[in-house]
T-cell receptor, first 115, second 109 residues
Framework: NAGVTQTPKFQVLKTGQSMTLQCAQD?????MYWYRQDPGMGLRLIYY???????DKGEVPNGYNVSRLNKREFSLRLESAAPSQTSVYFC??????????????FGPGTRLTVL | RKEVEQDPGPFNVPEGATVAFNCTYS??????FFWYRQDCRKEPKLLMS???SGNEDGRFTAQLNRASQYISLLIRDSKLSDSATYLC??????????FGAGTTVTVRA
């Protein structure tokens, strides 16, 4: 099993360009998440998808859109990149238990720089 | 106020030493608690869940204090390979998690 995979690993954009970050998991998990990680800050949730066909905003959704293409894939789109979106982006998946959150498994991350 | 706060460190300790650090959380309704480990330029990975009664996994011991709303992690007999950033993680709501900014531990030979 590959677990959670993300592409690309690195990306440099100019302000105003758009791009889509891809994420796929092969663990048959229902829930998937997109986070960003900035120096000195914890991971912040951008969007999540509790199950196929549903998406919800997290803590910092502005400037992003998501698509839960199927149970395996969850993409993150930057429509018009801004320097403030320079960050490391992590995708994660989990299979929540009835009593609460289960372990989240993370992809290797995408390092994005917006000039 | 941040939902999860951690001392960023770094904690610099010699091999074989014991190191311990805490994190505090603000949501008294939180039910699930975890420690994740993140190596430099890598993704976070679950180190251990934290149970109400406290739990141990080899050289790692986690404790939960609900009254004071803090979680602790203790590492005994530190190894060079324990050098990493340790993330305190607490459930927020609707199966989402809140992550602390991390405590960096450096074990020196």
């Amino acid at each position: 099993n590959a677990g959670v995979t993300q592409t690309p690993k690195f990306q440099v954009l100019k302000t105003g360009q758009s791009m889509t970050l891809q994420c796929a998991q092969d663990m048959n998990h229902n829930s998937m998440y997109w986070y960003r990680q900035d120096p000195g800050m914890g991971l912040r949730l951008i969007y999540y998808s509790a199950s196929e066909g549903t998406t919800d905003k997290g803590e910092v959704p502005n400037g992003y859109n998501v698509s839960r293409l199927n149970k395996r894939e969850f993409s993150l789109r930057l429509e018009s990149a801004a320097p403030s979106q320079t960050s490391v982006y992590f995708c994660a998946s989990s299979e929540p238990l009835a009593g609460g959150p289960d372990t989240q498994y993370f992809g290797p991350g995408t390092r994005l720089t917006v000039l | 106020r941040k939902e999860v706060e951690q001392d960023p460190g770094p904690f610099n300790v010699p091999e074989g030493a014991t190191v311990a650090f805490n994190c505090t959380y603000s949501n008294s309704a939180s039910q699930s608690f975890f420690w994740y480990r993140q190596d430099c330029r890598k993704e976070p990975k679950l180190l251990m869940s934290v149970y109400s009664s406290g739990n141990e996994d080899g050289r790692f011991t986690a404790q939960l204090n609900r009254a004071s709303q803090y979680i602790s992690l203790l590492i005994r007999d530190s190894k060079l390979s324990d050098s990493a950033t340790y993330l305190c993680v607490v459930d927020a709501n609707d199966y989402k998690l809140s992550f602390g900014a991390g405590t960096t531990v450096t074990v020196r030979a």
